[in-house]
T-cell receptor, first 114, second 115 residues
């Protein structure tokens, strides 16, 4: 079975621009979560999608938005980029959204905002 | 709100040494607890988990016991190898069913194992 894949692996943007990050979940998984990992920090939960609907959101502003598609792949969109948005963005998928379900993480997209 | 506190790194050990990485948590209710590992250039991988008090999670020689009385979930391994060098994250799951499987992570502890 294929794992969680994210694209692109690296991205450089300038302040004020918009960015779209993509994630293909592991085969058979219907739940996708996005996390932001700043340098030297643990991942911070952005939001989760289950069957194409947002199902839980962390403390991130509305300029962070997402989508989940019928094939359960997902996008993370960030508008009006700020310097502090520079981080590793991780996508994780799971078979279901149960609270103790194992998450499978991708290798991440490293976003640099200049 | 929920939070996780881990010991700061880096932790540097010689091969075959005993490892302990401390983790304590703050949460309402009874959360599931996890240890994830991140090898260089890779995504996080679940190392082990425990879902209720006194449960012991174990995998690849690593162990952690869910201690409700001390709100702790310390990671241990009896004999580390160079290949164990990575960043280890303690994480807290939601305390109620439903509403997704959000994880709250600690800041991570880097482990370096030398020959």
């Amino acid at each position: 079975e294929t794992g969680v894949t994210q694209s692109p692996t690296h991205l450089i943007k300038t302040r004020g621009q918009q960015v779209t990050l993509r994630c293909s979940s592991q085969s058979g998984h219907n739940t996708v979560s996005w996390y932001q990992q700043a340098l030297g920090q643990g991942p911070q939960f952005i939001f989760q999608y289950y069957r194409e609907e947002e199902n839980g959101r962390g403390n991130f502003p509305p300029r962070f938005s997402g989508l989940q598609f019928p094939n359960y792949s997902s996008e993370l969109n960030v508008n009006a980029l700020e310097l502090d948005d520079s981080a590793l963005y991780l996508c994780a998928s799971s078979f279901k959204q149960a609270y103790n379900e194992k998450l499978f993480f991708g290798s991440g997209t490293q976003l640099s905002v200049l | 709100g929920n939070s996780v506190t881990q010991m700061e790194g880096p932790v540097t050990l010689s091969e075959e040494a005993f490892l302990t990485i401390n983790c304590t948590y703050t949460a309402t209710g009874y959360p599931s607890l996890f240890w994830y590992v991140q090898y260089p250039g890779e995504g996080l991988q679940l190392l082990l988990k425990a879902t209720k008090a006194d449960d012991k999670g174990s995998n690849k020689g690593f162990e952690a016991t869910y201690r409700k009385e001390t709100t702790s979930f310390h990671l241990e391994k009896g004999s580390v190898q160079v290949s164990d060098s990575a960043v280890y994250f303690c994480a807290l799951g939601r305390t109620v069913t439903g509403g997704g499987n959000k994880l709250t992570f600690g800041t991570g502890t880097q482990l370096k194992v030398e020959l």
